[in-house]
């Protein structure tokens, strides 16, 4: 296997991981989070930021994960009254506050050129095996990531968002702290996309605010419908179909004779013709959720 | 100070039209369309093109509205109606994928880079200490006279009132003998071409690129919902009120407060003060400054 198809897996396990988290809250739990890629931004500036100031892998990922959660819960709080489309649009517009931060206050995150980060995951290891020392990792962390997903869904956590998603005001009636839900999905999710993001910047060693534009949410929107929205295996198989689409659109590039400048704009036609042909013949997804049936006549 | 209040002019001018569009619009259609910036892409490069043949610039922009109107209506018909199908939600991401393939197309058709048009340099007019060129003015007039004439279309025809009748109680509008599907067909041309005029103002009095629907998604957003999606007079107050405070906030000296002679907010930080002015409302106000159930028509 070449060291391509090897860096390939490991960015599509870190979506996988992205992907988990957004599936939770808006496969699960129905919240509409549009700004899901500030989560992850969090992961990683978070890991820069400890790696330069000396700290290790470890302490920077638990730093994210902290971090993040407090910001979801929080932000989850704030948004309790609001409707699907308005809870979209705000949480749009706190990633894109959270960014515009990241680029004017240069002192703590190089501004609008990025940071890197000098602490590598496995400094004892050189090339190839270190490759495959990060993808091990990066695979095992979706792994326990799907693993935590799947058991939340499972049990009555799950159940209370699911009655959540589909009849809020049952939910209500039957006694549930509804505000408390919504604030445990956000942070549940915020922590694993934190997690996400922190693997990402110690792999890639560099995050910028580039990295977190509004289309990164689109991108982690796409991986979670085409795989199949409220199934956490199909957001991991929409993880790295997506993830095949944008090294696809490279060769296809080159197979076309397209410029390079128009890499970009033909990877996002074919996200965006795949999410919109998904949605009109097959909303549920490549592996739609499975919701068991109890006592139900059909 | 009346730089102050012509820049927030200028500002709102910018992001009126399709703001306005996009919130008339979501009265009818029940669901945030975010391909709706993207129309203003579409109208400027339309109005480019159109310019490139040598027509004038008032055909450039009817044309483009025209153009861009029967796209929108076209695109709420083939995707958007049958994705309100499922659910609003869905719709709504719908949308967000019709955005992205606009955007890309553009990009591929247009390039990366800016285009403008080509119009002689104007002299800059002192108007009360405050600086404005004759574009300018006229492209605040356009955008004046055409919010004008929507209101007048809106409150003082029988089809506005039906306009309104079916924003209100789509159900009951239909059981009245309103077509629904007519008056939906007109507002979403209207919305097309709000946009479509919008973004050639835009390339007139400064210039556009690829990226335009993308840039204006969440100002025209964050000012129709300040505002209240669906009411028309709230997109207006909303993008005056979005327009002043990203004025404000990089033009006021906050030194006193901290005791130091000048302490100004970084340029930069403008967008994320009317972001803030969006979360600020929300938490107030969770459906806008101007939501109301149900009203008379």
């Known amino acids: ?298 | 100070m009346m730089q102050f209040l012509v820049d927030s002019l200028l500002r709102a001018g910018d992001l009126m039209l399709v703001t306005l569009g996009l919130s008339t619009v979501y009265a009818m259609v029940r669901f945030p369309n975010m391909a709706q910036t993207e129309y203003a892409t579409i109208g400027a490069f339309v109005g480019l093109l159109l310019s490139g043949f040598g027509m004038p610039l008032w055909l450039c922009v009817v044309l483009s509205a025209l153009v861009t109107g029967i796209v929108a209506v076209a695109l709420h018909r083939f995707a958007f109606a049958r994705l309100l199908r499922s659910s609003p939600v869905i719709a709504m991401i719908g949308s967000l994928a019709v955005a992205m393939i606009i955007r890309s197309a553009i990009q591929a058709v247009a390039g990366t880079r800016s285009e403008r048009f080509k119009l002689p340099i104007d002299v800059p007019h002192q108007f009360m200490g405050a600086v404005i060129t004759t574009t300018q003015i006229v492209v605040l007039a356009v955008t004046a006279l055409v919010v004008v004439a929507f209101l007048l279309l809106l409150f003082r025809t029988n089809l506005g009132r039906s306009m309104r009748a079916v924003a209100a109680q789509p159900d009951l509008a239909r059981a009245c003998g309103i077509s629904s599907g007519r008056v939906v067909d007109i507002i979403g041309f209207l919305g097309g071409a709000f946009a479509a005029i919008g973004g050639t103002l835009l390339a007139i009095g400064s210039q556009v690129h690829f990226n335009l629907g993308q840039d204006l998604l969440l100002p025209v957003f964050a000012a129709a919902i300040v505002g209240g999606l669906g009411s028309p007079i709230g997109a207006i107050f909303g993008v005056l009120l979005l327009a002043l405070v990203e004025t404000l906030v990089t033009n006021l000296n906050f030194g006193p407060l901290v005791g130091e002679t000048f302490l100004y907010v970084p340029l930069a930080y403008g967008p994320a003060a009317g972001f803030c002015l969006l979360v600020v409302t929300l938490m107030f106000r969770p459906r806008g400054l101007f939501h109301s159930e149900s009203k008379r028509v």
């Open chain 1, 1 to 298: 296997m070449s060291d391509f198809l090897l860096h390939i897996a490991i960015i599509a396990a870190i979506y996988g991981i992205v992907s988990i988290s957004l599936n939770l809250q808006a496969g699960v739990s129905g919240m509409m989070n549009f700004g899901q890629i500030a989560f992850f931004g969090i992961g990683g500036y978070a890991a820069a930021i400890t790696a330069s100031a000396g700290y290790s892998a470890l302490a920077g990922v638990l730093v994210g994960v902290v971090v993040a959660a407090a910001a979801g819960a929080v932000i989850g709080r704030l948004g309790r009254n609001l409707d699907a489309e308005y809870w979209a649009i705000a949480t749009l517009g706190i990633a894109e506050i959270f960014r515009i931060v990241l680029i004017n206050e240069g002192w703590a995150t190089g501004g609008a050129g990025g940071i890197g980060s000098p602490v590598q995951l496995f400094p004892m290891l050189e090339g190839r095996s270190q490759l495959l020392a990060v993808l091990a990792l990066a695979v095992a962390c979706m792994l326990v990531c799907l693993a935590v997903a799947g058991r939340l869904t499972e049990r009555q956590f799950g159940r209370m968002m699911r009655l959540l998603r589909e009849q809020p005001d049952l939910s209500v009636s039957f006694g549930h702290d509804i505000v408390a839900c919504k604030v445990r999905a956000m942070a549940i999710g915020a922590a694993i996309a934190a997690l996400g993001g922190a693997l990402s910047t110690y792999y890639i060693a560099y995050i910028s605010p580039g990295d977190l534009l509004p289309f990164g949410t689109f991108l982690i929107w796409t991986m979670v419908i085409i795989g199949g929205i409220g199934n956490h295996w199909g957001a991991v198989l929409g993880a790295f179909v997506v993830q095949f689409i944008f090294v696809g659109a490279l060769f296809l590039k080159d197979v076309l004779g397209f410029p390079s400048e128009l890499a970009g704009a033909l990877r996002m036609m074919i996200v965006g013709i795949l999410l919109l042909t998904f949605l009109m013949t097959r909303p549920e997804g490549a592996i739609p959720e499975r919701l068991r049936k109890i006592n139900a006549q059909d």
